[in-house]
């Protein structure tokens, strides 16, 4: 029983049905009639008890029988590893990185897939093979490929017995004449065999030797491109999505770059994923091995921006629903066929590799015609899949399904809304350029958004009234947001009513909610995703109507005593409200428009939009989610507040910060913000936003969010500030890496003998943008490293400059990197004048500078060969203030002409662009010779390591030197790009890409405006 046990695992009894389809039959057949042939044959050539090499060749081929099949049934009944059903992480805040999947109800793990045949989330799902009847996953991988490499061996050994069986049974029956060739199968002349060799052995030993090559062929093919699969540790359906990502990250230009995380980087480790000596697969199908700069999360937030990226890219309204259709085709990869295909399998005429490699799957495959677009979903290197676009029958077919299900439609009509889906040669196709793919083309996207609602224009602010219960809107958040985002270009304002009826004909009227501890993690994961999905967006969850009833009062019903004022006034509203009937429109968006008017301020043009983000799919989904038995968790509250942090640039781990202080803070909410002596440790502190700027944003978003609370707003000069001497805080709210630092202000508190705060912590964001450089967390410093390379202030007008070449003044301070990265931009095709090198040449005799510096400074500065000694001059003025002025008004005009002289001399080459290496570019008030200024920064104690290093010079000299040059701070004040030599080289170059790759586009842009 262990036996049989270990040979084939039964989930259930009712898998042996695994065994009714033809794919199973096929293969039990070939292996069935090659099997027994070969049995048969080896009798009648190599008596297996006469010999011991007929002996041997027997128990070999009985023996890759047996393992061919173990491993055959083993792949098919052991089965790929499913998650179970209703399946969710242990931490709940990894959902927001997870797809979910409707059939199976629960999340898919990282690695997992659902298979339309299984009907069921396959873990590591490579393919649905239909000769096992089964997908080929995570269990059963090593299995599959070993049957994959023995049925081509044991076939190999049984196409020889069938082709010596033939010789030696022919070779005596044979007669030549001169010309014919006769076979005489009636007896053989020499000796009888054990079983007669008859015609009709001839031609089964025949067949089965056609088998046996055919199989040795098509399942040898097969094991290599499983082996790849499993060298690289990346499965086909990743290695579609990582050639998705590479796609949009070039679309985009975003400056990432995508790590596959399960290639472990070595094809060893790779293999042992897979094949162990006790036979199961390392991990439980769940969780996985990562490559170091990667997470468990990588791929599956890659997926997610990619859905999101399809969003963007859609328009979702409920007015024009072919246009609706239209765009979920276009959430696919578009494709033009290039060359005619019929339909075949295994088109030969296609080339070798496209009929070798044909998919082993039952999904159909699609005839083309040249000229027709094909919208891809997944793909191999020679095959892809995906949707063939529809004739404008089919639309309105396909339309009329959307709208009204299958229910409602005749045959006739379901037919003709048919999606014609499946397989086709990649070579047949070639990709369309996001410009001329319809819907993808970002300058026409405003437009086409407009039209589809209706001509509605982008609209700088609107209104998001999320009416879902908040048990189903975790589903909407992504989809809403994405629409939202195609309608409202610079801030969204996010205010929840669930349960708010639109359609019911009378006049709903905003209302308390109270706080829940679903909601606070409700907003946790809105931020996140509007992070992802829509991160241009200045989203701000809005708070007025919620509020916790005090003392065992009941909360009174009017949240809006008067329309609240908002920093930015909406100018559309938008919600999720399903609208049941399609008749109902007018008199929903009236009614919605209506409720605005009694929350807010808004717009006397207000417009008022229904979202359907596919939420007519979601809808589905949500009703099939149980509504909580158990009445949702109040969440504890308290008079005064208190946090703290930098809040640069404010995003969205920060307003979840905020929003969920202001939910616990019912009287008072304080803040500290990090103010100069606590931002010296902050990574590229000088690109930190002033504290003023920083303290106006934050009370426009709290009044905003809160308008009801007490804020309060102070300067942190140290890490407690007013948290350890104010005794009315009551609560401080701390982030999983801040915690110590509550704990610490506690200690502190208790020993100014006040009472302890209660620690109210809330998780970090993980940033899905971020790069091997920056943090996994949203964080401030993340988006100031974004900035390097990019234009941070406009360059200023400079009408008497030539439009070409276009100057670039290259600043930095001593150690910064300055000259590496001039020689970088040289490599990109920039002029590079070094000012350093100038000054040397206006030092040599004969030249004006060099006489009149030994007019100042005296001949005791000559050397030998009557070149002046810099390093005696330098001695001269060093520390004296008026010498040095004197010396720098001889020299510094000499060396502007000389990079006068040399950007002449660049224009007159044709050259495009200039780069003036000038460390005192600022210093020496050359501004005036450059379109545009460039600093270069690295930490002031970065700098004294790389001059020690360099220089051999001491500690103090180096910081003697950098306090003698501008500061970062006053350099970056005259900057229009900031750039930072702190990391790897690498990092290095892609920033100076980007800057390099923006710094082309502006030149352009110059050029079409003149």
């Known amino acids: 029983m262990n036996f049989l046990s270990t040979f084939v695992t039964f989930e259930n009894l009712h898998e042996v049905r695994r065994l009714c389809h033809w794919g199973p039959i096929i293969a039990l057949s070939v292996i069935a009639i090659c099997s027994t042939m070969a049995v048969l044959d080896s009798i009648i050539w190599y008596w297996p008890l006469d010999t011991t090499g007929g002996s041997i060749n027997f128990i070999m081929l009985i023996n890759w029988t047996v393992l061919i099949l173990y491993n055959y049934f083993n792949a098919m009944f052991v089965g790929p590893g499913y998650i179970p059903l209703g399946w969710k992480p242990e931490n709940q805040q990894e959902t927001q990185y997870l797809q979910y999947c409707r059939v199976c109800q629960g999340y898919k793990a990282p690695r997992s897939h659902h298979c339309r045949k299984c009907n069921r989330c396959v873990m590591k799902m490579d393919h649905h093979c239909p000769w096992i009847n089964n997908c080929c996953g995570h269990l059963n991988h090593a299995y599959f490929t070993s049957f994959l490499l023995l049925a081509p061996l044991g076939c190999s050994h049984a196409a020889i017995i069938f082709i010596m069986t033939m010789y030696t049974q022919l070779y005596e029956r044979i007669s030549f004449g001169w010309s014919t060739v006769k076979i005489d199968m009636s007896a053989v002349r020499q000796f009888q065999p054990l079983m007669p060799f008859s015609v009709p052995a001839f031609a089964a030993t025949l067949f089965a030797l056609g088998l046996a090559l055919g199989t040795t062929i098509a399942v040898g093919m097969l094991f290599f491109i499983q082996m790849k699969v499993i060298l690289r540790n990346k499965t086909s359906i990743e290695s579609w999505i990582e050639e998705k990502a590479k796609d949009r ?107 070798f490699r044909t998919p082993c799957t039952e999904e159909p495959r699609i005839p083309l015609s040249k000229g027709d677009t094909i919208l891809a979903t997944r793909g191999t290197k020679w095959w892809m899949y995906g949707d063939k676009a529809l004739s404008e029958e089919q639309i309105k077919g396909e339309m009329r399904w959307w709208m009204y299900g299958d229910k409602a439609l005749s045959e006739e009509q379901i037919k003709a809304g048919e999606r014609i889906r499946g397989w086709f040669p990649r070579r047949c196709v070639e990709k369309c350029h996001y410009d001329t793919a319809a819907s993808d083309s970002t300058s026409d996207k405003k437009v086409r958004v407009g039209q589809s609602h209706g001509a509605l224009p982008m609209r700088l602010t609107g209104v998001l009234v999320l009416t879902s219960p908040l048990h189903t809107l975790p589903l909407r958040i992504a989809p809403v947001l994405s629409s939202a985002a195609q309608l409202v270009e610079r801030t969204l ?135 909580p038995e158990e009445k949702a968790k109040p969440l504890e509250t308290y008079s005064d507040v208190v946090v703290g942090g930098t809040f640069d640039r404010l995003h969205g781990a920060h307003k979840t910060l905020l929003n969920i202080s202001c939910l616990l803070a019912s009287r008072r909410f304080l803040i500290g913000v990090c103010d100069q002596a606590m931002l010296k440790k902050k990574v590229l502190k000088e690109l930190v936003e002033p504290y003023s700027l920083r303290v106006q944003r934050l009370q426009e978003f709290l009044q905003d969010t809160k308008p009801s609370l007490q804020v309060e707003i102070v300067p942190l000069s140290d890490p407690f500030g007013v948290s350890i001497v104010d005794p009315l805080l009551q609560c401080i709210v701390v982030s ?135 390093r005696a001059l330098g001695r001269k003025v060093f520390g004296n203030q008026e010498r040095l002025k004197a010396l720098t008004d001889i020299v510094w005009p000499e060396i502007a002409l000389l990079v006068k002289k040399r950007i002449n001399q660049a224009r007159e080459e044709g050259k495009q662009v200039c780069v003036v290496d000038a460390a005192v570019l600022l210093e020496a008030g050359w501004t005036d010779m450059v379109h545009e200024v460039w600093v270069t920064i690295i930490p002031e104690e970065e700098a004294v390591s790389r001059i020690t290093e360099r220089d051999g010079v001491k500690t103090d000299d180096a910081l003697r030197r950098l306090q003698s040059q501008w500061s970062n701070d006053k350099q970056v004040e005259h900057a229009n790009v900031v750039l930072s030599t702190l990391w790897e080289p690498e990092v290095t170059r892609k920033q100076v890409l980007k800057a390099w790759n923006l710094l082309q586009e502006r030149i352009r842009q110059r050029q079409d405006g003149q």
């Open 249 to 355: 990250i070039q679309h985009y230009q975003t400056g990432e770059e995508f790590i596959f995380p399960y290639d472990l980087g070595s094809r060893w480790l790779n293999f042992k994923q897979v094949f162990t000596w006790s036979g199961t697969p390392k991990g439980d199908g769940t969780e996985w091995p990562v490559h170091p700069k990667c997470h468990q999360h990588t791929l599956t937030i890659e997926q997610l921006k990619q859905k999101a990226d399809k969003r963007v890219r859609s328009v979702c309204c409920q007015s024009s629903r072919i246009t609706r259709y239209l765009v979920c085709l276009g959430q696919q990869v578009q494709y033009r066929a290039v060359e005619d295909y019929n339909g075949a399998c295994c088109p030969l005429s296609k080339g070798l590799q496209t009929f």
């Open 493 to 627: 304002y996010v205010h929840l009513h669930p349960g708010l009826n639109l359609g019911s004909g009378s006049q709903p009227r905003p209302v308390f909610i109270p706080p829940a501890v679903d909601l606070s993690t409700l907003i946790t994961r809105l931020y996140s995703n509007a992070a992802d999905v829509c991160g241009h967006l200045d989203v701000r969850v809005l708070l007025t109507n919620v509020r916790a009833a005090s003392n065992g009062t009941t909360i009174p019903n009017c949240p809006f005593p008067s329309p609240q004022s908002l920093t930015h006034a909406p100018e559309v509203v938008l919600t999720d409200f399903p609208l049941q009937d399609p008749g109902q429109s007018h008199q929903v968006t009236q009614c919605l428009q209506r409720y605005m008017g009694h929350c807010y301020v808004c717009s006397p043009s207000l417009a008022s939009v229904l979202l359907h983000s596919r939420l007519m799919r979601l809808q589905e989904k949500e009703e099939e989610l149980e509504e």
């Open 736 to 870: 999983e890496e801040t915690r110590k630092g509550g704990e610490a202000v506690n200690k502190k508190r208790i020993e100014n003998g006040l009472p302890a705060l209660v620690l109210h912590e809330i998780q970090l964001l993980k940033d899905a943008h971020h790069t091997e450089t920056e943090e996994e967390k949203i964080s401030s410093s993340s988006l100031r490293s974004r900035l390097l390379g990019t234009l941070l202030k406009p360059p200023k007008d400079t009408p008497h400059l030539p439009l070409l070449p276009y100057v670039i003044g290259l600043t930095g301070g001593s150690g910064s990197g300055k000259s590496s990265i001039a020689k970088r931009l040289e490599a990109l095709g920039a002029v590079r004048i070094d000012c350093d090198k100038l000054g040397h040449e206006v030092y040599q005799p004969s030249t004006a500078a060099y006489h009149r510096v030994l007019e100042e400074f005296g001949s005791d500065l000559l050397n030998e060969d009557k070149t002046i000694n810099r």
